[in-house]
Protein backbone atom coordinates (compact mmCIF):
# COMPACT_ATOMS: atom_id res chain seq x y z
CA UNK A 1 0.00 0.00 0.00
CA UNK A 2 1.42 3.28 -0.86
CA UNK A 3 0.93 5.80 2.26
CA UNK A 4 -0.58 8.86 1.59
CA UNK A 5 1.65 11.96 1.35
CA UNK A 6 0.39 15.43 2.57
CA UNK A 7 2.23 18.68 2.87
CA UNK A 8 2.69 20.76 6.37
CA UNK A 9 2.47 24.57 6.88
CA UNK A 10 4.32 26.00 8.91
CA UNK A 11 6.38 29.48 10.13
CA UNK A 12 9.21 28.22 8.59
CA UNK A 13 7.65 27.18 5.32
CA UNK A 14 6.38 23.74 3.85
CA UNK A 15 7.68 20.45 4.54
CA UNK A 16 6.44 16.94 2.83
CA UNK A 17 5.00 14.21 5.51
CA UNK A 18 4.26 10.87 4.99
CA UNK A 19 2.26 9.31 7.69
CA UNK A 20 2.53 5.41 8.20
CA UNK A 21 -0.98 4.33 7.96
CA UNK A 22 -2.10 0.73 7.89
CA UNK A 23 -5.37 -0.83 6.33
CA UNK A 24 -8.04 -1.22 9.27
CA UNK A 25 -10.76 -4.24 9.79
CA UNK A 26 -13.91 -2.96 8.65
CA UNK A 27 -16.24 -1.87 11.66
CA UNK A 28 -20.15 -1.89 11.55
CA UNK A 29 -22.17 1.15 13.09
CA UNK A 30 -24.29 0.16 15.38
CA UNK A 31 -26.71 2.20 15.42
CA UNK A 32 -26.93 2.54 11.43
CA UNK A 33 -25.86 -0.90 10.22
CA UNK A 34 -23.15 0.89 8.19
CA UNK A 35 -19.97 -0.38 7.14
CA UNK A 36 -16.89 1.68 7.47
CA UNK A 37 -13.12 1.19 6.88
CA UNK A 38 -9.67 3.27 6.98
CA UNK A 39 -7.18 2.75 3.63
CA UNK A 40 -4.30 5.07 3.78
CA UNK A 41 -5.32 8.52 4.90
CA UNK A 42 -8.62 8.06 4.25
CA UNK A 43 -11.74 6.58 5.87
CA UNK A 44 -15.50 6.66 6.11
CA UNK A 45 -17.09 6.77 9.21
CA UNK A 46 -20.79 7.16 10.30
CA UNK A 47 -21.76 9.48 12.99
CA UNK A 48 -24.73 8.36 15.33
CA UNK A 49 -27.70 10.36 14.49
CA UNK A 50 -26.51 11.23 10.37
CA UNK A 51 -27.82 8.83 7.54
CA UNK A 52 -24.34 9.79 5.30
CA UNK A 53 -20.67 8.84 5.35
CA UNK A 54 -17.62 11.28 5.24
CA UNK A 55 -14.26 11.22 4.36
CA UNK A 56 -11.65 11.11 8.16
CA UNK A 57 -12.08 14.64 9.87
CA UNK A 58 -9.67 16.85 7.96
CA UNK A 59 -8.88 19.71 10.01
CA UNK A 60 -7.30 23.28 8.65
CA UNK A 61 -6.41 25.68 11.37
CA UNK A 62 -4.80 29.07 10.68
CA UNK A 63 -3.40 31.38 13.34
CA UNK A 64 -0.71 33.68 13.84
CA UNK A 65 0.89 30.90 16.89
CA UNK A 66 1.42 27.64 14.98
CA UNK A 67 3.47 26.86 18.07
CA UNK A 68 0.64 27.09 20.35
CA UNK A 69 -1.64 24.19 18.53
CA UNK A 70 1.13 22.52 17.37
CA UNK A 71 2.76 21.40 20.78
CA UNK A 72 -0.56 20.26 22.03
CA UNK A 73 -1.58 18.41 18.97
CA UNK A 74 1.76 16.30 19.49
CA UNK A 75 0.43 14.37 22.26
CA UNK A 76 -2.25 12.50 23.82
CA UNK A 77 -5.33 11.13 22.05
CA UNK A 78 -5.23 13.48 19.08
CA UNK A 79 -1.41 12.91 18.55
CA UNK A 80 -1.62 9.04 18.28
CA UNK A 81 -4.98 9.84 15.98
CA UNK A 82 -2.85 12.12 13.41
CA UNK A 83 0.02 9.63 13.62
CA UNK A 84 -2.40 6.67 12.31
CA UNK A 85 -3.80 9.06 9.80
CA UNK A 86 -7.02 8.92 11.19
CA UNK A 87 -7.02 12.82 11.49
CA UNK A 88 -5.35 15.01 9.26
CA UNK A 89 -4.58 18.01 10.51
CA UNK A 90 -2.11 20.88 9.03
CA UNK A 91 -1.59 24.16 10.96
CA UNK A 92 -1.18 27.02 8.85
CA UNK A 93 0.70 30.00 9.89
CA UNK A 94 -1.05 33.00 8.53
CA UNK A 95 1.59 35.13 8.04
CA UNK A 96 2.96 32.66 5.17
CA UNK A 97 -0.03 34.28 3.48
CA UNK A 98 1.22 37.95 3.26
CA UNK A 99 2.46 39.52 0.54
CA UNK A 100 4.76 42.62 2.22
CA UNK A 101 8.36 42.11 3.63
CA UNK A 102 7.56 42.61 7.19
CA UNK A 103 4.65 40.12 6.98
CA UNK A 104 2.38 42.10 8.58
CA UNK A 105 -1.33 40.49 9.14
CA UNK A 106 -3.13 43.46 11.22
CA UNK A 107 -3.93 47.02 10.84
CA UNK A 108 -5.22 50.15 12.86
CA UNK A 109 -9.19 49.75 13.07
CA UNK A 110 -11.20 52.09 10.46
CA UNK A 111 -13.00 54.92 12.87
CA UNK A 112 -10.16 55.17 15.64
CA UNK A 113 -10.20 52.79 19.01
CA UNK A 114 -7.42 50.45 20.58
CA UNK A 115 -6.14 47.60 19.40
CA UNK A 116 -5.30 46.26 15.76
CA UNK A 117 -7.71 44.21 13.66
CA UNK A 118 -6.74 41.42 11.39
CA UNK A 119 -6.46 42.24 7.65
CA UNK A 120 -8.91 40.71 5.44
CA UNK A 121 -6.55 40.03 2.74
CA UNK A 122 -4.54 37.21 3.99
CA UNK A 123 -7.44 35.55 5.51
CA UNK A 124 -8.87 34.96 1.65
CA UNK A 125 -5.60 34.00 0.26
CA UNK A 126 -5.36 31.28 3.47
CA UNK A 127 -8.45 29.77 2.30
CA UNK A 128 -8.04 30.20 -1.35
CA UNK A 129 -4.93 27.89 -1.03
CA UNK A 130 -6.57 25.44 1.41
CA UNK A 131 -9.30 24.91 -0.65
CA UNK A 132 -6.90 24.66 -4.01
CA UNK A 133 -5.15 21.91 -2.32
CA UNK A 134 -7.83 20.44 -0.39
CA UNK A 135 -10.44 20.04 -3.25
CA UNK A 136 -12.84 19.97 -0.88
CA UNK A 137 -15.89 21.75 0.22
CA UNK A 138 -15.17 23.92 3.08
CA UNK A 139 -16.89 24.71 6.41
CA UNK A 140 -15.15 27.35 8.02
CA UNK A 141 -15.60 28.70 11.80
CA UNK A 142 -14.71 31.67 13.09
CA UNK A 143 -13.51 31.30 16.92
CA UNK A 144 -15.16 34.48 18.52
CA UNK A 145 -16.95 35.66 22.00
CA UNK A 146 -19.92 36.45 19.26
CA UNK A 147 -20.86 32.89 18.03
CA UNK A 148 -22.79 30.21 18.83
CA UNK A 149 -22.01 27.87 22.22
CA UNK A 150 -20.39 25.43 21.40
CA UNK A 151 -22.23 21.98 22.88
CA UNK A 152 -21.55 18.17 22.84
CA UNK A 153 -24.37 18.18 20.17
CA UNK A 154 -23.25 20.74 18.16
CA UNK A 155 -19.37 18.65 18.06
CA UNK A 156 -21.28 15.79 17.09
CA UNK A 157 -22.92 17.41 14.25
CA UNK A 158 -19.82 19.02 12.89
CA UNK A 159 -18.01 14.98 13.04
CA UNK A 160 -20.22 14.73 10.20
CA UNK A 161 -18.58 17.68 8.01
CA UNK A 162 -15.92 16.37 5.82
CA UNK A 163 -13.71 18.63 6.20
CA UNK A 164 -13.52 21.73 8.51
CA UNK A 165 -11.20 24.84 8.66
CA UNK A 166 -10.82 27.50 12.16
CA UNK A 167 -9.95 30.54 11.60
CA UNK A 168 -8.22 32.09 15.36
CA UNK A 169 -9.18 35.00 16.04
CA UNK A 170 -6.29 37.76 17.49
CA UNK A 171 -6.10 40.87 19.07
CA UNK A 172 -9.88 43.56 18.63
CA UNK A 173 -10.94 40.64 15.99
CA UNK A 174 -11.30 40.09 12.60
CA UNK A 175 -12.43 42.61 9.73
CA UNK A 176 -15.58 42.12 9.64
CA UNK A 177 -15.82 41.04 6.20
CA UNK A 178 -14.11 37.49 6.71
CA UNK A 179 -17.37 36.78 7.76
CA UNK A 180 -18.55 36.58 4.38
CA UNK A 181 -16.33 33.22 3.43
CA UNK A 182 -17.46 32.03 7.51
CA UNK A 183 -20.24 29.02 7.31
CA UNK A 184 -20.56 29.78 11.46
CA UNK A 185 -19.00 31.35 14.58
CA UNK A 186 -18.45 29.33 17.66
CA UNK A 187 -17.95 30.34 21.23
CA UNK A 188 -16.50 27.67 24.27
CA UNK A 189 -18.15 30.05 26.65
CA UNK A 190 -19.33 33.66 28.05
CA UNK A 191 -15.69 35.16 28.55
CA UNK A 192 -12.55 36.63 26.60
CA UNK A 193 -9.44 34.93 25.52
CA UNK A 194 -6.56 36.48 24.46
CA UNK A 195 -7.02 34.86 21.20
CA UNK A 196 -8.90 31.70 19.17
CA UNK A 197 -6.02 29.26 19.29
CA UNK A 198 -7.26 27.09 23.14
CA UNK A 199 -10.84 27.61 21.36
CA UNK A 200 -9.68 26.10 18.12
CA UNK A 201 -7.56 23.17 20.19
CA UNK A 202 -11.26 22.64 22.05
CA UNK A 203 -13.44 22.64 18.81
CA UNK A 204 -10.94 19.96 17.59
CA UNK A 205 -10.47 17.70 20.55
CA UNK A 206 -14.68 17.60 21.31
CA UNK A 207 -15.77 16.83 17.89
CA UNK A 208 -12.72 14.12 17.07
CA UNK A 209 -13.59 12.38 19.74
CA UNK A 210 -16.87 11.36 17.30
CA UNK A 211 -14.56 9.93 15.04
CA UNK A 212 -14.32 6.01 14.31
CA UNK A 213 -10.58 5.18 15.69
CA UNK A 214 -9.78 8.25 17.15
CA UNK A 215 -10.77 7.17 20.93
CA UNK A 216 -10.02 3.57 21.69
CA UNK A 217 -13.58 2.72 23.65
CA UNK A 218 -16.15 4.38 21.24
CA UNK A 219 -18.77 3.34 24.15
CA UNK A 220 -17.03 5.39 26.52
CA UNK A 221 -18.15 8.36 24.16
CA UNK A 222 -21.63 7.43 23.42
CA UNK A 223 -21.56 7.36 27.70
CA UNK A 224 -19.75 10.76 28.26
CA UNK A 225 -21.35 13.84 30.23
CA UNK A 226 -23.87 15.67 27.92
CA UNK A 227 -24.27 12.79 25.23
CA UNK A 228 -28.23 11.96 26.49
CA UNK A 229 -28.51 15.45 28.14
CA UNK A 230 -27.21 14.31 31.41
CA UNK A 231 -23.91 14.57 33.37
CA UNK A 232 -21.94 11.30 34.28
CA UNK A 233 -22.27 9.43 37.15
CA UNK A 234 -19.10 8.94 39.53
CA UNK A 235 -16.52 6.90 38.56
CA UNK A 236 -14.63 4.94 41.36
CA UNK A 237 -11.25 2.27 41.02
CA UNK A 238 -9.30 0.37 43.21
CA UNK A 239 -8.33 0.84 46.20
CA UNK A 240 -11.94 0.22 47.91
CA UNK A 241 -11.11 2.50 50.68
CA UNK A 242 -8.48 5.38 51.50
CA UNK A 243 -7.51 7.74 54.14
CA UNK A 244 -8.09 11.57 53.41
CA UNK A 245 -7.88 13.85 55.82
CA UNK A 246 -10.58 16.64 55.45
CA UNK A 247 -11.92 19.73 57.43
CA UNK A 248 -15.52 18.00 56.69
CA UNK A 249 -15.31 14.45 59.05
CA UNK A 250 -18.79 14.89 59.98
CA UNK A 251 -19.87 11.62 57.71
CA UNK A 252 -18.72 7.87 57.14
CA UNK A 253 -15.81 6.30 59.16
CA UNK A 254 -13.45 9.14 60.85
CA UNK A 255 -9.91 8.15 62.58
CA UNK A 256 -7.89 10.41 64.18
CA UNK A 257 -4.97 11.85 62.22
CA UNK A 258 -1.31 11.32 61.84
CA UNK A 259 0.85 14.25 63.71
CA UNK A 260 1.89 16.73 60.98
CA UNK A 261 5.53 16.82 61.19
CA UNK A 262 6.49 20.06 59.62
CA UNK A 263 3.34 22.20 59.26
CA UNK A 264 3.76 25.61 59.61
CA UNK A 265 0.10 25.57 61.31
CA UNK A 266 1.45 23.94 64.44
CA UNK A 267 -1.02 22.78 66.88
CA UNK A 268 -3.66 25.54 65.20
CA UNK A 269 -6.83 24.13 64.24
CA UNK A 270 -9.57 22.17 65.65
CA UNK A 271 -9.38 18.72 66.13
CA UNK A 272 -12.16 18.12 63.61
CA UNK A 273 -9.92 19.71 60.70
CA UNK A 274 -7.19 17.39 61.16
CA UNK A 275 -9.76 14.41 61.45
CA UNK A 276 -9.00 12.13 58.58
CA UNK A 277 -11.98 10.03 57.02
CA UNK A 278 -11.93 6.72 55.47
CA UNK A 279 -13.45 7.26 51.88
CA UNK A 280 -14.99 3.80 50.84
CA UNK A 281 -15.98 2.76 46.98
CA UNK A 282 -20.03 2.18 46.94
CA UNK A 283 -20.85 -1.50 48.39
CA UNK A 284 -23.09 -1.91 44.90
CA UNK A 285 -20.34 -1.28 42.90
CA UNK A 286 -18.56 -4.19 44.68
CA UNK A 287 -21.19 -6.17 44.30
CA UNK A 288 -21.13 -7.97 40.91
CA UNK A 289 -24.43 -7.58 40.71
CA UNK A 290 -24.41 -5.82 36.95
CA UNK A 291 -28.51 -4.74 37.22
CA UNK A 292 -28.04 -2.78 40.37
CA UNK A 293 -24.50 -1.38 39.28
CA UNK A 294 -26.43 -0.04 35.77
CA UNK A 295 -29.48 1.27 37.81
CA UNK A 296 -27.31 2.89 40.83
CA UNK A 297 -25.40 4.51 37.73
CA UNK A 298 -28.50 5.87 36.39
CA UNK A 299 -29.96 7.28 39.21
CA UNK A 300 -26.40 9.04 39.97
CA UNK A 301 -26.45 10.30 36.76
CA UNK A 302 -29.76 12.05 37.36
CA UNK A 303 -29.15 13.06 40.92
CA UNK A 304 -26.23 14.87 39.45
CA UNK A 305 -27.90 16.57 37.13
CA UNK A 306 -30.94 17.90 38.95
CA UNK A 307 -28.41 18.97 41.32
CA UNK A 308 -25.52 20.43 39.38
CA UNK A 309 -27.07 21.23 35.67
CA UNK A 310 -31.55 21.20 35.98
CA UNK A 311 -31.71 22.85 32.84
CA UNK A 312 -29.98 19.77 31.08
CA UNK A 313 -33.30 17.61 32.00
CA UNK A 314 -35.79 19.87 30.31
CA UNK A 315 -34.10 18.44 26.47
CA UNK A 316 -32.40 14.96 28.08
CA UNK A 317 -33.82 11.72 26.40
CA UNK A 318 -34.39 9.21 29.16
CA UNK A 319 -35.74 6.22 29.54
CA UNK A 320 -39.41 5.18 31.11
CA UNK A 321 -36.79 3.93 34.15
CA UNK A 322 -35.28 7.26 34.09
CA UNK A 323 -38.08 9.05 34.27
CA UNK A 324 -40.00 7.30 37.13
CA UNK A 325 -36.39 7.62 39.24
CA UNK A 326 -36.44 11.49 38.08
CA UNK A 327 -40.22 11.88 39.66
CA UNK A 328 -38.41 10.01 42.77
CA UNK A 329 -35.52 12.39 43.16
CA UNK A 330 -37.41 15.39 42.60
CA UNK A 331 -40.20 14.38 45.15
CA UNK A 332 -37.16 13.17 47.53
CA UNK A 333 -36.12 16.55 46.89
CA UNK A 334 -39.10 18.57 47.49
CA UNK A 335 -40.18 16.82 50.82
CA UNK A 336 -36.33 18.15 51.91
CA UNK A 337 -37.73 21.86 50.80
Known sequence: MTPAVSERVTSAGSERVTPVVSERDVGQNRETGADWKVRSAVSVAVVSGFNRTVATMTFDIVTIFPSMIEQPLAAGVLGRAIER??????????????????????????????????????????????????????????????????????AQRLSGVEHIVILCGRYEGFDDRVRERVTQELSIGDYVLTGGELPALVVLDAVARFVPGVVGDEQSVAADSFSRGLLDFPQFTRPAEIACRSSSADEGDVRPAKPDVGSARGDVGSAKALAERVLKVPDVLLSGNHAEIRRWRKREALSRTLDRRPDLLDDASLDEEEVQMLRELKGARHGRD
Open 85 to 154: GTLDVKVRDLRDFTTDRHRVVDDVPYGGGPGMVLKPEPIFRALDAIEAERGTPLTVILTSPQGMRFTQVE
